[in-house]
């Protein structure tokens, strides 16, 4: 089978980050300016001060839902699991979130 050198040299990169890391843990970057968006930003600001998520979306003028959506994103980026620790890391920054 012929390949193009662009698709090899895409294999063996693909295949040395694999056997590299072969669990795909994701790497989380400490900063969160670099990987949220302002909306996610804004919303794990309000959840630093405890707002329902029905308050966050009323403040934002957004659904609930997607204030929901927003938040799973968040989790999935910063690889938190679960509500609690999500807050517990909200705190722990929130001077340096944007409000």
């Given at each position: 089978m012929y390949t193009t050198s662009r698709i090899n040299n895409l294999f063996k990169?693909?295949?040395?980050?694999?056997?590299?890391?072969?669990t795909k843990e994701k790497k989380v970057d400490d900063d969160p300016f670099t990987t949220l968006s302002r909306t996610e930003l804004k919303i794990l600001w309000h959840v630093a001060q405890y707002k329902s998520m029905k308050q966050v979306a009323e403040s934002?003028?957004?659904?609930?839902?997607?204030?929901?959506?927003?938040?799973?994103?968040?989790?999935?980026?910063?690889?938190l699991k679960g509500t609690k620790v999500l807050l517990q890391y909200a705190l722990s920054i929130?001077?340096?979130?944007?409000?």
């Open positions: 990169t693909y295949t040395s980050s694999t056997l590299e890391n072969p934002l003028f957004i659904s609930p839902n997607t204030v929901n959506n927003h938040l799973a994103k968040i989790r999935e980026k910063l690889n929130k001077d340096k979130l944007p409000n």
